[in-house]
């Protein structure tokens, strides 16, 4: 029989042909039907409501690259037993691929917008994997059998072609995946031209400092997607249906051709802690959310409006709020580009004064006139609150770390987007809260920056800072975790003056 540390390479070997078959065939059926994406995708939707911090960790995109890494050590431990069962007996070889093929063929369907032939990369490729399993295993009994009778290199020879096979298999699944998403729309959002505003953003006060408008590569991405939708301007379209007069579908051709308005807005992530780096400001382009309901005519009682991106991933905004005249948009252009495709390309939504997560969805496809009674959107039911509005926040930015005693500019950014910043106050170590100098405002969407210079002395120091609102209200000291409805206290920094 199999010696174990072959049969386990065999296995291995076999999981690697599947994968890699998996990924060139989803060149064919689709980026979103391969094995790895569609159990990870699966996994990404269904952490479990109490792995709350996990959830909120999964957004960012090393965290996705790093799930699905994880979810192929793991697979490859699988296989390696694999491997060694089916040396004893290959039926369970045969049965534990295929259970493998079968949970990926099961959770490639249930991911919104399947297709039936999503099953085919991870069935194809268990069934790769079976014949190359077979053959490993035999491949390992002649060359022992060889070995045993005086060939010297017959193991080596095994190790060879069982090498060969997984470097094959990898090369051409890493090939299949660069070329799915390569195959994306780049192309076609280098053919927009963007309208021009018929209204222009309030020009910057020139008193602003260095990253008040956050760049289009500097802004922070957080969502589901463990593949970016590419989603075709020619094909898209928005369809608004559910509790309206007129249900309405408008093209992106017809959009572009609407009146459009530019804002600079700020727009912050629940999940952000305090004093974190998830929130950002730019330059919006888009059509008023406003003109669209009016036309649609959302029914009495129509709470909540629910945008749904092509992805499936759903949030839920108060219709009263995107009525009530802010300037809440269905936007095409970020910082006078239309939308990089990481965030949202061709058209998303944002809302000034919402967390991200009720507000801003991206790939929007559907916008849903419904109830917050009826419906339940994707972070909902995850154990974050329905209602998302921003909470009024501070953060310092400088100094961090060390410094020398003398003049020292304690400066950063405080926000509570569509009430406006009324007021910053800085505490040095115990001492009497400073009233720190207020820099540009744009409007009330946006976030301001602020500093106080500081006659620093050697040793620690402890800063803090807190702002108040334009209702007058400071923002609370009572430290709260972003779950379920955004984090809240004081943001501190220790610095060190020599
Ligand atoms: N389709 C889709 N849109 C989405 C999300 C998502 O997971 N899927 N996440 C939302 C969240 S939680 C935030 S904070 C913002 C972030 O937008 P950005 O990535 O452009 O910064 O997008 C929102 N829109
Ligand atoms: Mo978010």
């Not at 991206?362 to 339940?376: C, S």
């Amino acid at each position: 029989m199999v010696g174990r540390g072959r049969a386990a390479i065999a296995g291995v070997v076999a999981a690697a042909v599947a994968l890699g078959a998996g990924e060139l065939i989803a060149i064919i059926t689709g980026a979103q039907s391969g094995p790895v994406v569609a159990v990870g995708g699966w996994i990404v939707d269904h952490v479990p409501e109490g792995g709350k911090e996990l959830a909120i960790r999964l957004f960012g995109t090393y965290d996705k690259i790093a799930l699905q890494i994880g979810t192929v050590i793991i697979l490859a431990g699988f296989a390696a037993l694999i491997g060694i069962l089916a040396a004893r007996r290959f039926a369970l070889g045969i049965a534990g691929i295929g259970l493998f093929g079968v949970v990926g063929a099961a959770a490639a369907l249930t991911r919104p917008h399947a297709d039936p032939a999503w099953v085919l990369p991870s069935l194809i490729g268990a069934g790769l994997a079976v014949v190359a399993l077979k053959r490993l295993l035999l491949l390992a009994e002649t060359t022992d059998a060889a070995q045993a009778a005086g060939q010297p290199d017959g193991r080596r020879r095994f190790l060879r072609i069982a090498g060969w096979t997984g470097v094959a298999a990898v090369v051409v699944g890493g090939a299949g995946r660069m070329f799915t998403q390569r195959r994306g729309v780049a192309e076609a959002r280098d053919q927009v031209t963007l309208p021009a505003p018929t209204n222009s953003p309030l020009p910057l006060p020139d008193n602003t400092l260095p990253g008040y408008v956050t760049s289009n590569d500097d802004f922070y991405r957080i969502d589901t997607a463990l593949i970016v939708p590419q989603v075709d301007p020619k094909t898209w379209k928005l369809r608004i249906h559910g509790m309206v007069e007129q249900e309405i579908t408008i093209t992106y051709d017809e959009l572009l051709a609407m009146p459009m308005i530019e804002r600079y807005i700020t727009i912050a992530c629940v999940s952000n802690e305090v004093g974190g780096d998830l929130i950002g400001n730019a330059r919006w382009l888009g059509v008023p959310v406003k003109d669209l309901l009016e036309r649609a005519k959302p029914l009495p009682g129509a709470d909540q409006v629910v945008s749904r991106s092509v992805d499936g991933w759903t949030c839920g905004s108060p219709t009263a709020t995107l009525m009530d005249g802010r300037d809440a948009l269905l936007a095409v252009g970020m910082n006078g580009e239309p939308l990089p495709i990481d965030h949202g390309f061709p058209v998303r939504v944002i809302v000034p004064g919402l967390y991200g997560y009720v507000s801003a969805c991206k790939w929007i496809a559907e916008w849903e006139v419904t109830t917050f009674n009826a419906f339940d959107a994707y972070w909902v039911p995850r154990g974050w609150s329905a209602q998302g509005p921003i909470k009024t926040e501070s953060r310092i930015d400088t100094p961090r770390g060390s410094k020398s005693a003398g003049e020292v500019v304690i400066a950063g950014v405080a926000w509570a987007q569509h009430r406006g910043i009324d007021k910053v106050e800085v505490q040095v170590d115990e001492g009497p809260w400073q009233v720190a100098e207020l820099l540009g405002a744009v409007s009330e969407d946006t976030w301001r920056q602020w500093r106080l210079k500081w006659q620093a002395t050697p040793g620690e120091h402890r800063l803090t800072v807190r702002a108040t609102d334009r209702d007058g209200v400071t923002q609370t000291q009572d430290e709260a975790p972003p779950a379920p409805d955004g984090a809240t206290g004081w943001h501190s920094v220790r610095v060190s003056i020599k």
